[in-house]
C-alpha cells in the first residue's frame, strides 16, 4: 500500500466540511461553482509557494538536493467523500459518506506529485485545508464508472466507488476485501458499523485519544476526522505530519 506524508494546515482544523453529492446529503451538493473556486484556491500563489516548499522538503527527506523545481497546478478537481459518523453508527437511511475535500493536482518539474485538498471555510470561502505527496484521487478517478462518487474509508486506507445502492472497491486498503470486490451499501453499512460504532465521538475510544473516531465541528453537526485520528494511517506505514503555514512571511 502507498503511504502518503501530509502537509497539514491549520486551516484545516477550522473548516466546515460540507456534505453533497450522491453519497451524501443533497442539501447543498458541489457546484461548478465550487468546483471553480476550489481551484482557484489551488493555483492561488501562496498555495502555489507552499506546494513548491512541500515537495522540495520531500526531495531533501529522500536526499535528493536539486534545488527548486517549478509545479504546475493541473486542469480536474476530484470530489472526496469520507465515511459519515451517522452511517457508522448504523441509523437507518444514512448515507455511507460526507464531502471531506475537493482535491486538485499539482505536478513538480521533477515529476514529483501533490494533491491540493481543498476545503469550504467558515466564511463559505473555498480554501486550502492540506497538502499530500501523491496523485492517488486522480488515480482512482479515472477508474470511477459514470455518475459514481469517490469514497474514502480513513481508518483502514480503503477507497470505493459508490454509485447507486452498492459500492466497488478500488483500492482495498487494510480492510482485507478485493479490488473489484461489490458489496451493497447495506453490507457495508453492518461492516463499518462492526468495526467502528464503538469508536465514535463520545464513547471511551475517543475520550482516551487513540486514534479512528470522528469528531465534529461545533454547532455544525458535520464531522471532521480529528488531526490525532489521521494518525490511524500509521499502523499501515510510516506516515509523517508537517504544520507548515499557507502565507509566507
Known amino acids: 500500500?502507498?503511504?502518503?506524508?501530509?502537509?497539514?494546515?491549520?486551516?484545516?482544523?477550522?473548516?466546515?466540511?460540507?456534505?453533497?453529492?450522491?453519497?451524501?446529503?443533497?442539501?447543498?451538493?458541489?457546484?461548478?461553482?465550487?468546483?471553480?473556486?476550489?481551484?482557484?484556491?489551488?493555483?492561488?500563489?501562496?498555495?502555489?509557494?507552499?506546494?513548491?516548499?512541500?515537495?522540495?522538503?520531500?526531495?531533501?527527506r529522500d536526499?535528493?538536493?536539486?534545488?527548486?523545481?517549478s509545479v504546475t497546478v493541473q486542469d480536474g478537481v476530484v470530489p472526496v467523500y469520507t465515511l459519515a459518523p451517522e452511517f457508522v453508527s448504523g441509523a437507518q437511511g444514512a448515507q455511507p459518506g460526507r464531502l471531506a475535500y475537493l482535491a486538485v493536482p499539482a505536478t513538480s518539474g521533477d515529476g514529483r506529485t501533490s494533491t491540493i485538498q481543498t476545503v469550504r471555510g467558515r466564511d463559505g470561502r473555498w480554501e486550502v485545508g492540506n497538502l499530500a505527496s501523491g496523485d492517488q484521487e486522480f488515480r482512482l478517478a479515472a477508474n470511477l464508472?459514470?455518475?459514481a462518487t469517490l469514497l474514502h474509508e480513513p481508518q483502514v486506507n480503503a477507497w470505493y466507488a459508490g454509485k447507486g445502492g452498492?459500492?466497488?472497491?478500488?483500492?482495498?486498503?487494510?480492510?482485507?476485501?478485493?479490488?473489484?470486490?461489490?458489496?451493497t451499501v447495506a453490507d457495508y453499512q453492518r461492516a463499518v458499523h462492526q468495526a467502528y460504532g464503538d469508536k465514535q465521538r463520545g464513547s471511551d475510544y475517543a475520550a482516551k485519544g487513540m486514534a479512528g473516531g470522528y469528531a465534529a465541528q461545533p454547532d455544525s453537526g458535520v464531522p471532521v476526522l480529528p488531526?490525532?485520528?489521521?494518525?490511524?494511517?500509521?499502523?499501515?506505514?510510516?506516515?509523517?505530519?508537517?504544520?507548515?503555514s499557507l502565507r509566507r512571511g
Open 227 to 244: 488531526l490525532a485520528g489521521l494518525a490511524a494511517l500509521a499502523l499501515l506505514g510510516s506516515v509523517t505530519f508537517v504544520v507548515r
Open 145 to 147: 464508472p459514470t455518475g
Open 1 to 60: 500500500m502507498n503511504t502518503r506524508t501530509l502537509a497539514v494546515a491549520a486551516a484545516l482544523s477550522a473548516a466546515v466540511l460540507l456534505s453533497a453529492g450522491p453519497l451524501a446529503h443533497a442539501d447543498e451538493p458541489v457546484s461548478a461553482a465550487d468546483l471553480r473556486a476550489a481551484r482557484a484556491a489551488a493555483t492561488a500563489q501562496s498555495t502555489v509557494d507552499a506546494v513548491t516548499d512541500f515537495l522540495g522538503d520531500l526531495r531533501a
Open 166 to 183: 452498492e459500492l466497488t472497491v478500488l483500492d482495498p486498503g487494510g480492510s482485507g476485501r478485493a479490488a473489484g470486490e461489490r458489496l
Open 63 to 69: 536526499g535528493q538536493n536539486l534545488g527548486a523545481t
